[in-house]
């Protein structure tokens, strides 16, 4: 079976600075895809970004990027020019290649100082 | 676009009773599945719609049941509520692809609904 190990409870970040948040995975499968979603106070999770695992290059979005190490099997986000509005629930998710499920990391706390 | 579309968004149940949690997927989307997020935890995988039929299921007892509609809307049903039945319950929507594209991989969820039983 699938799981998914986020390893930080919580975190703090400064405004303007960068953060990571570690992810690591376990799968016997060759085709899947990796998801950080957002869950802010409001409860809706928002894709932040998304991995395939065949691709070696790394997923960027704007300010979020991924740091992925599919040997390591490890999925870690850094979020560059922190804001106010990044404070969320962050989870990272697996979703294989075959079957639409998603498992998810039990999420990191992230806190943003002004 | 209405996203995906939850009711109730918040309910209490008495320990025993039984409840109907309702999603409306996003439109052209016809893959519902349901999620358990408890306090402090991740979404845990409950099960999967497709083309109104039980697809996929999580570790869950069969007091937890489902189904879908023709227009792909989704209900979700517990029976004999338990204490620990208290949690949010997350709708995700999904396309059914044959051929993967990786834009079509990603799920759209409701905003949930919290379940308190009592």
């Known amino acids: 079976a699938q799981t998914v190990t986020q390893s930080q409870p919580e975190m703090s970040v400064q405004e303007a600075e960068t953060v990571t948040l570690s992810c690591t995975y376990d799968t016997s499968e060759s085709d899947y895809y990796l998801f950080w979603y957002k869950q802010p106070p409001s409860r809706q999770m928002i894709l932040v970004i998304r991995?395939?695992?065949?691709?070696?290059q790394n997923a960027t979005e704007n300010r979020f990027s991924v740091n992925f190490q599919k040997a390591a099997k490890s999925f870690s986000l850094k979020i560059s020019d922190s804001q106010l509005g990044d404070a969320a629930m962050y989870f990272c998710?697996?979703?294989?290649?075959?079957?639409?499920?998603?498992?998810f990391g039990s999420g990191t706390k992230l806190n943003v100082k002004p | 676009d209405a996203g995906v579309t939850q009711s109730p968004t918040h309910l209490i149940k008495t320990r025993g009773q039984q409840v109907t949690l309702r999603c409306s997927p996003k439109?052209?989307?016809?893959?519902v599945s349901w999620y358990q997020q408890a306090l402090g935890q991740g979404p845990q995988f409950i099960f999967q719609y497709y083309e109104e039929e039980e697809r996929q299921r999580g570790n869950f007892p069969d007091r937890f049941s489902g189904h879908q509609f023709p227009n792909y809307s989704s209900e979700l049903n517990v029976n004999a509520l338990l204490l620990g039945d208290s949690a949010l319950y997350l709708c995700?929507?999904?396309?059914?692809?044959?051929?993967?594209?990786?834009?079509?991989?990603?799920?759209?969820f409701g905003q949930g609904t919290r379940l308190t039983v009592v």
């Open positions: 439109s052209g989307h016809d893959t």
């Open positions: 995700a929507s999904s396309q059914n692809v044959i051929v993967q594209d990786a834009t079509n991989t990603e799920a759209f």
């Open positions: 998710a697996y979703r294989s290649g075959v079957f639409n499920k998603f498992y």
């Open positions: 991995q395939e695992a065949y691709k070696q």
